[in-house]
């Protein structure tokens, strides 16, 4: 009964919607099936040298070995916890402090070029300052993925703030609202697109100051598989982390992008 109420070109704009749909999912697979059967057989019939390149195979045996002993799970549970613990700490507090910054406007001014600065400077760079500072913890290692994500976050959303529609904001100055007034029934409201968009920037953000305060200080984590497998040369190692951690990162986004559907659905 319910599809007689629907126009035969709705009927049909919604099929060619789930074909597209269906179609972009099969290419999406079929490209990532391509890619590892071609490295399979590059591999195989030595066009490239699988002692440096490694190979699927050779992946999936070590990925079966690092199941079997349980070690998997807990190198990628610790980046995956470190990484959201500074992926949260990151977009709470870069989004309180462009919140101050918004809120006055002599401290915008004042930190503005510091804030240039430090989102221009490679933050990798100061790796071994925060180790020296905080020490071969995982606190170092969350406050590397906190630095690299915070600064994007502040500028971001601080922009996103000061893109807010002017005349809803002086129709609410002109019916006498505060500031904080303002700031959640107008200012937040409005920069939720730009804040999601934070959000899934930080998740590779934050995904690269884990592994690379890994790199340096940690004993265990995918970062830490990584830098070992390359150390001793056992690249399949070196490339069964690297898809984990490439798995681990689309989970996160897609993580991500479920929470803008269903905040989309609330609003």
Not at 118 to 130: D, R
Not at 172 to 200: C, D, N, R
Request: positive net charge; contains cysteine.
């Amino acid at each position: 009964m319910y599809s007689n109420e629907i126009s035969k070109e709705h009927q049909a704009y919604i099929k060619k919607y789930k074909v597209r749909r269906t179609s972009i999912a099969v290419s999406q697979i079929s490209l990532l099936v391509l890619f590892f059967a071609l490295w399979e057989i590059a591999a195989y019939f030595k066009w490239i040298d699988p002692f440096i390149m490694s190979q699927p195979s050779r992946v999936f045996k070590t990925l079966v070995k690092l199941t079997a002993d349980g070690s998997i799970f807990t190198h990628t549970g610790i980046t995956i916890f470190e990484t959201i613990v500074g992926f949260l700490s990151g977009t709470i507090l870069g989004t309180i402090i462009a919140i101050i910054l918004w809120w006055s406007d002599f401290v915008a001014k004042v930190l503005d070029p510091y804030l240039v600065v430090l989102n221009a400077l490679p933050k990798t760079a100061l790796g071994p300052i925060i180790l020296v500072w905080i020490g071969g913890t995982a606190s170092s290692i969350i406050a590397m993925a906190l630095l690299i994500s915070i600064i994007v976050t502040i500028l971001n959303v601080y922009l996103a703030f000061e893109s807010c529609d002017e005349d809803k904001v002086k129709l609410l100055w002109t019916l006498g609202a505060t500031k904080s007034q303002v700031l959640t029934k107008v200012v937040l409201p409005s920069s939720i697109p730009s804040i999601i968009s934070v959000l899934k920037i930080n998740v590779g953000l934050s995904l690269v100051g884990v592994i690379v305060g890994e790199f340096l200080v940690s004993k265990a984590g995918l970062g830490y598989l990584i830098i070992y497998g390359g150390q001793v040369f056992k690249m399949d190692l070196v490339m069964t982390s690297v898809l984990i951690l490439a798995v681990a990162a689309a989970l996160m986004y897609l993580s991500v992008a479920w929470f803008e559907k269903k905040l989309n659905k609330m609003r």
